[in-house]
């Protein structure tokens, strides 16, 4: 096998595992249903989108077709997709050509930097045919179907399907490599990560106020369309390959593949530029990057003296580590604080936006009405419990440790310290949430700050067997073999089942705070009784924990 | 001090026996080497002593504890590093050896004695405000020794120590392993370095595909032939 080829194949088996998946479904047959059950969540949680992408696709089509317009609907996914493939793909791009941990073992090998930069590009555009295929598929079918296209129109598809995520992927790579010859962003590789974080946190809240204002009927779509006559080549004067796409598929004849080549031409060219210009400067770049950063300060004996001063007991030492790894470790900043605190900022801002309407004028005004506040509070209690419960602190906890496992099961710690140091840090982000919904219950709702602060303690004791039964999900099963924090933290199942949980503790106390509305009670009883039914609830799950904890520390190895 | 009964461990439902009924005891005052071809169990067995694998059966006692029935008491007699150690890459050196510290709970006065002679003799304090991700694999194997004896405990057991270190830092180590000894305490060290175990250790314990198939002192495992090099020896005792 030739050197490139052989680095193409291991690069695709490392990255997809497919060995891996092999030796899950042919050796270790009783786990091979962990993924099976991922695939068939991102399947269940996949299908309403697209179905809902669909219908919107198909107004779209049938406004283009009043307007005479019908390839319109061909312009704007493709427009969609590239931009998308873009965005991620710079960020993408450079996670995998230069901050990937494997990249380094690369240099030394008989390959071509081109020959890298090539296999790590497959690798990629790889991963962007699941972003592009769910949107461009629903409006090539739609539109080849509702036009009636000949075969000819479904060859072509096929070839653009493959070809669409090349182009925006080969102008990002071309920007990074660029880029990152003159400015050594390595060093800001854990800033980057979080503004990557952000702006996909973003780009969601984005997408969800572009559908709020999406009109709701095919009819408005349709009145809207034709009030922007020539919408095709609007687009296309600011995005050609768009526009080269739609013509490549929806012209017959020799002009459809007179377009369809003038795309493959311009990807294969700026292809071309992309190896020539990896060959020049990709290692150049990769090894000015290598370098580590030191402070290499020494210290004065006074110093050092200083710095060993404090001595903290076992459980505090523990959940003051484990915080400091928290905080400085950008995926889990995100997921696990970050969520926490602009989840509920994110709110104010969408009723921002349409704060100007004069329904939420209304209802701002209601909020405060007397006899309709303690209810809005119970409100404020339930949201401020859903934050603290969105969070992956807890259910991630044993997980994260990963390899340093070791050190947990070498101390002189018992497992109930452990848990117990565990249990401080998944609180503490907890109450981060709770606390800016307090805040914003205050700052922006006007809510009386003594009512707030009693529906704060409520939520906090709530949160106990919250964060109790997530916590001892991850005890039960961790994952604590993984290659980037990534996979302990997003790619981890006990995130999602934490969450759960999380909702069904909600869903008990909303239970209970409905049924004792219905009877009439006031609200202050309703918070007591909420307290209560926490506090039991709490207090199980803390046994439970500490039980499976005591067990599960021991059976554990490392 | 080390007292090892008929420890056992299989993988994949017993088809792989990695260890296979291992008795063996390290005295007081004695440095143990532990010598065996790659793949041979050594660190599986090092595992087990520590409490970082259960064994299928059988007991390890560290200094009169079982491991099994009280682990936290016998752990506070050990001093271990593994291998290739994974630290809390973002914690600095300094975060780390303090946090070692508070779990063995070492009062504030003798931690700074102790990090301080540590980090002197390895030649780390420039680099111990810096976080451990920086860290070369030699400067992590370090701060990760200094972690380990920071409460000073009787028992250190090191897997392949030397592995990484500098030959100034590797000679240091091996003169604090005879002193720690000669204190009436033990050490238990894999390796691979023949010559370090030929000139280090006072008793040798060489494991094979699981079992062990000598231990003694280099003279005992000579059989009366001086002239037998511990290379021939262990090639002879490790063939097919």
Known sequence: MKPFNAFLKMQLNVNYGFSALKYRFTREKKKAWEPILIGAAILIGLVPILVLYTALMLAIFTAGTLTKQPEMILTIAFMFSQIVILIFGLFYIMGTFYFSKDIETFVPLPLKPYEVIGGKFAVVMVNEYLTSMPILLPPIIIFGVGTSQGILYWLKSLVLLAAVPALPLTVAALLIILLMRFVNLRRYKDLLAVVGGLLALFAGVGINMFVQKVPKSSEEIQNYISSQSGLVDMIGSRFPPSIWATRALSENGLPGLGYLLLFAVVCILLFGLLLWLSNLVFYKALLAGQEVSRKKKSLTNEQMDRQYEKVSNPVYAMAGREWKVLVRTPIYLLNGLAGVIIGPILVITMFMVRGSDPEITQMFNMIRDPSIMPYVLLGGLALMMFTSGMNLVASTSLSREGRTIWITKMIPVSARQQVNSKLIVSMLASALGIVTTGIIMVVFFKLPILWVLGAAIVGLIASVPMVALSLLLDVFHPKLIWNSEQEAMKQNMNGGLGMLLSILILLILGAVAVIMLLAGLSVVLIMIAVSVVSAILGILSLLALYSVAERKYREMEA | ?240
């Open chain 2, 1 to 240: 001090m080390i007292n090892i009964q008929n420890i056992s461990k299989s993988y994949n439902k017993g088809s792989v026996k990695a260890v296979d009924n291992l008795c063996m005891k390290v005295n007081k005052g004695e440095i143990f080497g532990f010598l065996g071809p790659n793949g041979a169990g050594k660190t599986t067995t090092i595992k087990m002593i520590v409490g970082l694998l259960n064994p299928d059966e059988g007991t390890v006692m560290i200094d009169g504890t079982d491991i099994r029935k009280d682990p936290l008491g016998a752990k506070k007699k050990i001093g271990y590093v593994p291998d290739s150690p994974d630290l809390y890459e973002r914690l600095t050196g300094t975060e780390y050896l303090n946090f070692m510290a508070d779990v063995y709970q070492v009062s504030s006065d003798l931690r700074k004695q102790r990090i301080e002679y540590y980090l002197d003799m390895f030649e780390l304090k420039d680099a111990a405000s810096d976080l451990i991700k920086s860290y070369s694999h030699g400067m992590k194997q370090k701060i990760a020794l200094t972690g380990a004896l920071i409460h000073d405990p009787a028992v250190w057991i090191l897997d392949e120590p030397m592995v990484g270190l500098d030959p100034k830092s590797a000679h240091l180590l091996k003169t604090q392993m005879r002193e720690h000894c000669d204190k009436g305490n033990t050490v238990f060290f894999s390796t691979h370095i023949l010559e370090v175990a030929e000139k280090l250790c006072d008793r040798i314990g060489i494991i094979n595909k699981g079992k062990l198939v000598a231990i003694g002192t280099l003279d005992e495992l000579r059989h009366g032939d001086n002239k037998d090099s511990l290379e021939n020896i262990f090639l002879e005792l490790t063939e097919e």
